[in-house]
């Protein structure tokens, strides 16, 4: 396990905003910094961090928390991974305490798969440059590709032996387990229980993730037989997903976001031909057809994307709805055709680097007129396939979703085609009609969820899923933890003197001092599960040490539901403007804080004064009432009442 000493360190030393800048396009926004959400689709930034708190808060998902808790969420860590992870990131010295038998078994399946999936990297690429075997077929093969030394080492690409069991033997002698082996793909076992590895004779291409770690492979074979598929990836495993994967995102994100573009490709060696010749903003689909999960993890870096085909008429075709999946996130697509029997490739082989980036820059084009070009190109002179094209055309229009560009493209349309507006935009209307009736259907039939589907969260689960329903005193509740998060460590002085000529010096208190000294003089407990373990760590603290925490405290625990409760509680959505550049002045909640302070400490009792008299009246009308219970409850009741009334008075209130 990571001592509490290295972890203090990894907090301290992380920046957030590097961390989650690494994953998500940020800018600027006052003292914060704002973006598109990474967990959901959205138009509008509503992602917020905040290097002063060191949190970040999603108002669309509702997810919050710190850098730790960032990455487990967004790259599913578990909790010393992350750790792990930051380490590297900042060159910190992890030290770790003695691992009990128990613990090493309870290793996560993630990280096993993640170690031999990284064990496999270093091993191929051990053989493509030591073995006689690597470097004869392997090597030799990558440099009849035109790579450089440099260039097949940053890409870390490998070769696979042709035996049958060279790399599981090699594997399983280094104390990797079989499970795992098979877990990830690199070993096949058969009912026989034979085992075989996957990719021997290949050359390797390591998949990562777009934070570097080696998620799956993908192995080229050399051989000429027929039976054999050229490529071959890792199977799908509890850490490689083909369809939410972009191969070389890792090495490209960086100048993706420098150039606010992203060219993407089909394979391997378009996207390692074109880095090589000075392009390294491009990533490729791996063969797949374009899916949602990848343009959203395009969308992170950049709202822009350009497609590159290959000089491929039927290809070309098929690759459309690819296009229209782009359009439908809100991306901006530009689209590249090379010449008649070149891919990206070899097209970069035949050319210089300026000729390959001055191709790129003059040839790119607009979607509208790309599609128009091919789609008219078919119809020719026929009328009837001339409206066809005209209707595929406005159907990709009719995705975009902002109006605005939807108009511009619906006017772009009519002069490329030669029709007259108003035609158009009468098929658009029917179309998007047509979408939103879909979209609804969809969504009637989701909604209709068979009991037996049903997920059934525990209180705390729900608790935190949504704490508006965290009890009848929630409102009061929530204001007092808030004010100890946000403003524990203010003083004020919170009592007036006894008389007007009283010479009694009133001594300054901490607000957090204040509401634990008031609410247990009265023995409130909060009635919310979560806030009552908040107020209690803030308790026995003040107790123990007569220390004030502060929401730090509380945002670097493991518990990512306490933290995304702490992180509502201290981020405000305002925050997201920048008020200063409209020549807005928010005025200072220090201002305001002591004498809210007060009143949140009253409003809670009076809230808790209520529902004592409610419980006391219902007793009342209970017919089994004795004469002594009797003139018990009323006594109560009406000391209750007085008491309502003073604490009302003291709130301007009139009941």
Known sequence: MITRETIDKIFETSRIEEVIGDFV?????????????????????????????QIFKDFSSGKGGNVVSFLMDHEQY?????????????????EETQQTDEEKEKRSVRESLFLVNEFANQ?????????????????????????????????????????????????????????????????KQGDNQRTTDRFRGRVMFPIQSHTGR??????????????IAKYLNSPESEIYHKSKTLYGLYQAKAEIGKQDNC???????????LHQSGIKNVVASSGTALTKDQISLIKRYTPNITILFDGDAA???????????????????????????????????????????????????????FKAKLLLSEAKDNPLEKSKAARQMVE????????????????????????EERVLFSELAQIQKNIATQKHREQKRANQVAPEMEVVESPKQAQLRDLSKGGLFFEQEKALIWLMLNYGGLKAKFSEPSGEESEEEIEEEAVTEYIILELEHDEIEFENEVFQAIFKN????FHAKNELLTADYFTRMEDSGLINVVVDLVTEKYEMHNWKSQNINVPPMEEFVPRYTKEAVLRLREKRIGKMILDIQNKLKASDNVEKDLISNIQSLTKLNQLRVKINSELNRIV
């Open 214 to 227: 080696v998620l799956g492979f993908g192995g080229r074979t050399l051989q000429a037989e027929a039976k």
């Open 315 to 369: 290809g070309i075709k098929a690759s459309l709805r690819g296009i229209d999946m782009v359009l439908e996130e809100g991306l901006n697509v530009q689209v590249l055709l090379f010449p008649d029997g070149d891919d990206p490739d070899s097209y970069a082989k035949k050319v210089s680097d300026a000729e390959l980036k001055e191709y790129i820059a003059d040839e790119k084009q607009d979607f509208l007129r």
């Open 263 to 273: 060219l993407l490709v089909e394979g391997y060696t378009d996207v390692i031909s």
């Open 396 to 419: 990709s229009i009719a995705l975009i979703p902002d109006a605005l560009q939807r108009n511009a493209y619906v006017q772009e349309c009519a002069t490329v085609l030669q029709m």
């Open 123 to 187: 091993y191929f690429q051990k053989q493509l440059w030591e073995a006689e075997e690597g470097r004869k077929i392997g090597l030799s093969y990558f440099k009849e590709r035109g790579f450089t030394d440099e260039t097949i080492k940053y890409f870390n690409l490998g070769y696979s032996p042709n035996q049958y069991e060279a790399f599981t033997k090699e594997a399983l002698s280094q104390s990797y387990q079989l499970q795992y082996l098979v877990g990830t793909g690199l070993t």
């Open 78 to 94: 578990t909790y010393p991974e992350a750790l792990l992870y930051l380490a590297k990131k900042y060159n910190i010295e992890v």
């Open 25 to 53: 396009t940020l800018k600027k926004s006052g003292s914060s910094f704002k973006g598109l959400s990474p967990f959901v689709n959205e138009k509008t930034p509503s992602f917020m961090v905040s290097p002063s708190k």
């Open 538 to 541: 803030f308790s026995e603290v």
